[in-house]
């Protein structure tokens, strides 16, 4: 029997939440799942071999000394921009055969508050939340410290939401 | 896993090359240790009994987990994603991570370090 998942989200919570809002109607066995752990694997790989996890490389960055996050990043978006074009034009869709949503961004001030708060958390860490999980593969143990931290601080973010200014 | 795949059998033995004005700065606060993709002598065990460890590692941890939520979102999900798909609040939220990370990096961080 097929269920959804519709009735048990919150869309507008769930919009506000994440970057990716799943809009799939499908329900999976869960070793379906293994398939983000490959993609996972991938990116983490990547992340190591472009050296975008260095704690060098991000504050290379902003003090300007090497081009290199921007060409990664700039690269990314390109390619991104082509993919998302692609899939739009194309109505591609999932290995389901599901369409694929892109859900506009609405903007709140919580993007311009919590932006400035994790770009002074990403130089002090060099790392972005990814990334952080790539730093600890990486053999820097102690940065499972900083993950928990970080953990705790969407904890709090979820428990003062309804107080800060959005 | 993907980090430890890649550490332990894709990584080249020559050392991450750091810009030589950086390494001079970080040496004034006594890092010298660039071998790692993160300096251990500011993110290891001992140094979360320091101070400027404390400061760096809870600290810095809580900021980006905090700010992402608030945020919406973290690199790849606004600047990278959000900008390839032209969300304009993706756009802010970007320049908001770069204000952040100047502000941090330039005018913050060097008090930070030299506790």
């Known amino acids: 029997m097929m269920k959804t998942k519709q009735e048990e989200t919150d869309f ?9 809002v799943n809009e799939s109607e ?6 379906y799942n293994f398939k983000y752990a490959v993609v996972g694997v991938i990116f983490g ?7 975008i996890i260095s704690w060098f490389r991000i504050q290379e960055m902003f003090k300007l000394q090497s081009f290199h996050m921007y060409g990664v990043i700039g690269t990314a978006v390109i390619v991104g921009a082509i993919s998302v074009f692609i899939i739009k034009k194309l109505k591609v ?6 369409e694929i949503t892109f859900t506009n961004k609405k903007f709140n001030k919580g993007q311009i508050y919590g932006g400035l708060i994790f770009g002074l958390g990403w130089a002090i860490t060099g790392a972005c939340p990814g990334p952080l999980f790539a730093q600890l593969g990486s053999g820097a143990l102690a940065i499972i410290v900083v993950i928990a931290s970080a953990i705790a601080g969407t904890w709090v973010y979820g428990k003062f939401r309804e107080q800060l200014p959005h | 896993m993907g980090g430890i795949i890649s550490t332990q059998y894709l990584s080249s033995p ?3 090359v750091v810009h030589p004005d950086l390494a001079k700065d970080l040496t004034q606060f006594g890092i010298t240790d660039f071998s790692g993709l993160v300096p251990a002598q500011l993110f290891s065990f001992e140094s979360l009994f320091t101070l400027r460890g404390l400061i760096m590692m809870v600290g810095g941890g809580f900021l980006v987990g905090f700010g992402t939520r608030y945020a919406g979102g973290c690199t790849s999900g606004h600047a990278i994603m959000g900008l390839s798909d032209l969300q304009w609040p993706s756009l802010v939220a970007t320049i908001c ?4 990370g100047f502000l ?11 506790l």
């Open chain 2, 97 to 100: 991570f770069m204000i952040g």
């Open chain 1, 12 to 20: 507008e919570v769930r919009s506000l939440d994440s970057m990716c």
């Open chain 1, 45 to 51: 790989i990547v992340f190591i071999k472009a050296e």
């Open chain 2, 14 to 16: 020559d050392p991450v």
């Open chain 1, 93 to 98: 869709k999932t290995i389901h055969g599901e």
């Open chain 1, 26 to 31: 499908l329900v999976h066995p869960w070793w």
């Open chain 2, 104 to 114: 941090m990096t330039n005018l913050i961080l060097p008090y930070i370090l030299a």
